[in-house]
């Protein structure tokens, strides 16, 4: 099953929280796309906001080390000195987790905090959420 991207992103806007739930198969189409849509988002958006992945309905992923390298590269740079938010990668296998370790390295000692968990509750309460934030609404 193939999603567009809108399908799988929801903002909350009163809890400053940007939620992406890709499903199938991670690719670098799907994730450009994202990151463009971020990118112009940041610029535009009143108040900076927090970001919850949740990579768990994820059938695998097609996204090498180098292309997610090159991805965090860029939100670091791109992301500038804007003031500080969270970013929240939820995973469920090794796959996964491997992308966001990736992510997460490349990210430190940014504005964008970077944090992997593998329950939903330990990361409603790092972003400071309810639980029911987590989900992309309908």
Same mark, same amino acid.
């Given at each position: 099953m193939k999603l567009g991207l809108w399908a799988t992103v929801s903002f909350h806007r009163e809890l400053h929280l940007m939620v992406w739930q890709p499903r199938?198969? *991670?690719?670098?189409?799907h994730v450009d796309e994202l990151i463009l849509m971020l990118d112009e988002t940041e610029r535009k958006a009143d108040h900076p906001?927090? =970001?919850?992945? &949740?990579?768990s309905?994820? &059938?695998s992923v097609e996204? #090498?080390? &180098?292309?997610?390298f090159r991805v965090a590269l860029h939100r670091r740079t791109t992301y500038g000195e804007r003031p500080n938010v969270k970013s929240v990668f939820y995973? =469920?296998?090794?796959?996964t987790a491997a992308v966001a370790m990736t992510h997460m390295i490349v990210?430190?000692? #940014?504005?964008i905090e970077v944090r992997i968990f593998n329950t939903k509750t330990a990361a409603a309460k790092?972003? &400071?959420?309810?639980?029911?934030?987590?989900? *992309? #609404?309908r």
């Open positions: 199938g198969v *991670l690719g670098e189409a906001f927090n =970001r919850y992945a &949740d990579l309905k994820l &059938d996204v #090498s080390f &180098d292309y997610v995973v =469920r296998n090794r796959e990210m430190g000692d #940014s504005p790092w972003l &400071d959420v309810p639980i029911e934030a987590l989900q *992309l #609404s």
